[in-house]
């Protein structure tokens, strides 16, 4: 079942700008993580953060994590050309079995131009 | 190289006929995945498996099957392909949801059922 949704579904930027996406999300997790996919190739990790971590830094990605709004948000500053591409966020759920389940949204696609 | 390893990238075949899509880590995760990933709809995971023998249904689990006999191997099985299972598939790896650890993806596999 469909947990995070990403928002906008596209954005598009100059190069130099920075980029805002926006997950929301459902119900509690243990962690929610950030990828990104190159059109038509695998995704690729970018940052994961835990439930009790508000703010994570990664180079020019920046990770909030808002668990009372059931919200996070992925910042790129100083976008380049390269960063086009789209990205998920993906919630890991605490399942009550014991074993927690990864799942994700449905992406923004980030265009930048040169 | 740490990967996660499907083949073949790209396949085209007919409604009916058996096929199986490997897929192989060398990082000696415990957790592995397949994904189907469609236009609108974003990632949907087909089968988990949380160790050797051990498999899951995910949310889209219909018309698949999935063996894992070894901890390096998790083929995604179609015994009676369907044009509606054309989609682009992603085997994905972890050391474990436990480890709040993140997804390896391989390159994909583009499959047509005509």
């Known amino acids: 079942s469909q947990q995070g949704e990403e928002d906008p579904q596209a954005l598009s930027i100059q190069e130099g700008e920075n980029a805002t996406m926006n997950c929301s999300y459902k119900?509690?997790?243990?962690?929610l993580q950030w990828y990104r996919q190159n059109s038509g190739r695998g995704l690729v990790h970018l940052i994961l953060i835990r439930s009790n971590e508000r703010e994570k830094h990664s180079g020019r990605l920046r990770v909030t994590l808002d668990t009372s709004k059931k919200s996070s948000s992925l910042l790129i500053t100083a976008s380049r050309a390269a960063d086009t591409a789209s990205y998920f966020c993906a919630t890991d759920l605490a399942g009550n079995s014991g074993y927690s389940t990864l799942t994700f949204g449905k992406g923004t696609m980030l265009l930048v131009s040169p | 190289e740490a990967q996660v390893t499907q083949n073949p990238r790209y396949l085209i075949t007919v409604t009916g006929k058996k096929l199986t899509v490997t897929c192989s880590q060398n990082m000696n995760h415990e957790y592995m995945s397949w994904y189907r990933q469609d236009p609108g709809l974003g990632l949907r995971q087909i089968y988990y498996s949380m160790n050797v023998e051990v498999t899951d249904k995910g949310d889209v689990p219909e018309g698949y099957k999935v063996s894992r006999k070894e901890k390096r191997n998790f083929p995604l099985i179609l015994e009676s392909p369907s044009p509606n299972q054309t989609s682009l598939y992603f085997c994905a790896s972890s050391r474990g949801l436990y480890y709040n650890s993140p997804l390896h993806f391989g390159n994909g596999t583009r499959l047509t059922v005509t």
């Open positions: 119900t509690s997790i243990n962690n």
